[in-house]
Every structure is written in structure tokens, then in C-alpha cells.
Nanobody
Framework: QVQLVESGGGLVQPGGSLRLSCATS????????MSWYRQAPGKTRELVAA????????NFADSVKGRFSISRDNAKNTVYLQMNSLKAEDTAVYYC???????????WGQGTQVTVSS
């Protein structure tokens, strides 16, 4: 059974940083690209960042390019999202899933809330 457990969210001031983690189990993590999504109130879930299985290719939404980075630790079955220079419009619930351009799994974790506010 696939499990995706996001953590690391919180309240941060504009310009601040957060590092999100997603611990996974139930599938062969090292064989999958991994990605981060976010969903703001009243909006559809959007792909924020993706990283291929080898960690050699990345893709980012235009809105976060230059501010966010994605990384993975295959030994820990964990993917990370480093978020810098946060803006109010980054406020959302953040989720991880497998896949590079689309979610590989239909089940999602509980997400982690990121709120950027002064």
C-alpha cells in the first residue's frame, strides 16, 4: 500500500524559507520520479516541482523557478522541497506524489500546510 507522508509546513513571513519532506513507503521509491504539488483555497491542485528517479532532471512551475529546489534521498525513500524567498501566493497545502508530469498514484497523503503571511 502506497503511503505518502508530508511534513515541514508552517507559518512563515514573506521572504522566509521552509523545507518540506515527504516520507514514502509501499513502492520502489528509487524507480520513480517524484513531484510536489500544491493546492490553494478555491484552486485546483498544481504541479510545483518534479525530479526524475536518478535525480538528474528537474522541472519547476514558472511561479517558483529560482526560488524552490527539489531533492531526494533514495536511501530514506524521501523527497524534499526547499522553498526560499516565499511569497503570500505560495500559501497552500503541499503534497507529494510519484511521477514527473502527472501523479502516478491516485491516493494522496494528508499534505502539509504552508502559510506565508506577515
Amino acid at each position: 500500500q502506497v503511503q505518502l507522508v508530508e511534513s515541514g509546513g508552517g507559518l512563515v513571513q514573506p521572504g522566509g524559507s521552509l523545507r518540506l519532506s515527504c516520507a514514502t513507503s509501499g513502492f520502489t521509491f528509487s524507480s520513480y520520479a517524484m513531484s510536489w504539488y500544491r493546492q490553494a483555497p478555491g484552486k485546483t491542485r498544481e504541479l510545483v516541482a518534479a525530479l526524475n528517479s536518478a535525480g538528474s532532471r528537474q522541472n519547476f512551475a514558472d511561479s517558483v523557478k529560482g526560488r524552490f529546489s527539489i531533492s531526494r534521498d533514495n536511501a530514506k525513500n524521501t523527497v524534499y522541497l526547499q522553498m526560499n524567498s516565499l511569497k503570500a501566493e505560495d500559501t497552500a497545502v503541499y503534497y507529494c506524489n510519484a511521477g514527473y508530469t502527472a501523479a502516478a498514484f491516485t491516493s494522496w497523503g494528508q499534505g502539509t500546510q504552508v502559510t506565508v503571511s506577515s
